[in-house]
Antibody, heavy 120, light 106 residues
Framework: EVQLVQPGAEVKKSGEPLKLSCTASGYNFTNYWIAWVRQMPGKGLEFMGIVHPRDSTVRYNPSFLHQVTVSADKSINTAYLQWTNLKASDTAIYYC?????????????WGRGTLVTVSP | DIQMTQSPSSLSASIGDRVSLTCRAAWDVSTYLNWYRHTPGKAPQLLIFSASKLQSGVPSRFSGSGSGTHFTLTISSLQPEDSAIYYCQQTYTSLPTFGQGTRLEI
């Protein structure tokens, strides 16, 4: 079974760093991009960026460029989303998802998401 | 960015009902349109990809149609587990964008 596993929650303070993980299993990790998606409280889904684990190529939504860093470690089948300096406005649920590309592209499967709470 | 607009924003229906949800793209996205079901607390689930293709393992009561700027997700006979938020997503450009979601209550 293809799975993406994310920690359930992180509680941090404003100004602290954070590195979220997304661990894949059930498929060849180096064959697919991994995407990160944000859901702010009461809001919809926003694409943040993608990373290809084979060579760590990354692409960002311009809205998130310089705000976060996306990376991957193919030796442990894990992708990451990290901040150096969290803000209260980073409070959200963060999902990772595998990007399938064939005659179109889509996100499947998704992780269950990590709820990040940042206090002022 | 290609803006995606879903309607209605929310909908209440009964078990066994047939419902149709709409998604409109600001620009032509061909058939690069996907639908997801999201129950809060769970992982979003891919239902339909490339506008009309049913993802493996997804019940056949779900179907998708449309191309260009107008798309529809139809659920033929609602079940309790269909109470969720439904999102459309375009992947025509390298910057995927989602609609704001339709909340379906059963």
């Amino acid at each position: 079974e293809v799975q993406l596993v994310q920690p359930g929650a992180e509680v941090k303070k404003s100004g602290e760093p954070l590195k979220l993980s997304c661990t894949a299993s059930g498929y060849n990790f180096t064959n697919y991009w991994i995407a990160w998606v944000r859901q702010m409280p009461g809001k919809g889904l926003e694409f943040m960026g993608i990373v290809h684990p084979r060579d760590s190529t990354v692409r960002y939504n311009p809205s998130f460029l310089h705000q976060v860093t996306v990376s991957a470690d193919k030796s442990i089948n894990t992708a990451y989303l990290q901040w150096t300096n969290l803000k209260a406005s980073d409070t959200a649920i963060y999902y990772c998802a595998r990007l399938a590309v064939e005659w179109g592209s889509w996100f499947d499967p998704w992780g269950r998401g990590t709820l990040v709470t940042v206090s002022p | 960015d290609i803006q995606m607009t879903q309607s209605p924003s929310s909908l209440s229906a009964s078990i066994g009902d047939r419902v149709s949800l709409t998604c409109r793209a600001a620009w032509d996205v061909s058939t690069y349109l996907n639908w997801y079901r999201h129950t809060p607390g769970k992982a979003p689930q891919l239902l339909i990809f490339s506008a009309s293709k049913l993802q493996s393992g997804v019940p056949s009561r779900f179907s998708g149609s449309g191309s260009g700027t107008h798309f529809t997700l139809t659920i033929s006979s609602l079940q309790p587990e269909d109470s969720a938020i439904y999102y459309c997503q375009q992947t025509y450009t390298s910057l995927p964008t989602f609609g704001q979601g339709t909340r379906l209550e059963i």
